[in-house]
C-alpha cells in the first residue's frame, strides 16, 4: 500500500493529478460500457460482465480519493 500512495504522491507533486484521474476515470466508464455490453448483447457469463462493471466503478471513485490522501498525509 505504501507504494501506491507514493506513487499517488509523485503524480500529485507532477501537478498533472486532475489529467490523470480523469484518465483513469474515462477507462472506468469504458470498462463499465463494456460490461454492460458483454452482459447485454453476448451470451457470455455473468462473472466476466460483473467483474468490468466493479473494475469500472472502482476507477471511477478511487483515483480521485487516493489523490485526497496523499495530499492530506504526505
Known sequence: MDEVLEL???VADSELEGA????LRL???LAILGGL??????DIGL???LAL???GIALLVVPG???EF?????
Do not use: H, N, S
Request: net charge negative; charged share 5%; no cysteine.
Open 47 to 49: 462473472i466476466v460482465p
Open 65 to 67: 480519493l487516493l489523490l
Open 20 to 23: 490523470v484521474v480523469w484518465l
Open 53 to 55: 462493471i466493479a473494475g
Open 8 to 10: 499517488a504522491d509523485v
Open 27 to 29: 477507462v472506468g466508464l
Open 70 to 74: 496523499a495530499e492530506l498525509f504526505g
Open 37 to 42: 455490453g458483454l452482459w447485454l448483447l453476448t
